[in-house]
Nanobody, 123 residues
Framework: QVQLVESGGGLVQDGGSLRLSCAASTRTAVMGWFRQAPGKEREFVAAVKWSSGTTYYTDSVKGRFTISRDNAKNTMYLQMSSLKPEDTAVYYC???????????????????WGQGTQVTVSS
């Protein structure tokens, strides 16, 4: 069992920045960030292949968000800049045990989930 603990959420103004962290008890092949706004389905944000650092982003965050990982700390980060009110959501860290040849954006292809951290962007 892999345990994931997120931190770093909060309230920020439109155009501001936040950095989310996800500490993993064990390293896995792929880690990612998802988010869920009230009344909406959970959606993919970004993913990283741990061994190579290869990344993948959803179109709406490209150029604004950066996913990264720290091998020594088994920790993944999401640096969010130029935040918009539509980025408001609960952000979840996720981990997949195996890399299946591509970085998935499907919720059901991730095996472990964190508890979530709230990000609120005020206009």
């Amino acid at each position: 069992q892999v345990q994931l603990v997120e931190s770093g959420g909060g309230l920020v103004q439109d155009g501001g920045s936040l950095r989310l962290s996800c500490a993993a008890s064990t390293r896995t092949a792929v880690m990612g960030w998802f988010r869920q706004a009230p009344g909406k389905e959970r959606e993919f944000v970004a993913a990283v292949k741990w061994s190579s650092g290869t990344t993948y982003y959803t179109d709406s965050v490209k150029g604004r968000f950066t996913i990264s990982r720290d091998n020594a700390k088994n920790t993944m980060y999401l640096q969010m800049s130029s935040l918009k009110p539509e980025d408001t959501a609960v952000y979840y860290c996720a981990a997949a045990r195996f890399y299946s040849g591509y970085l998935s954006k499907r919720v059901d292809e991730y095996d472990y989930w964190g508890q979530g951290t709230q990000v609120t962007v005020s206009s």
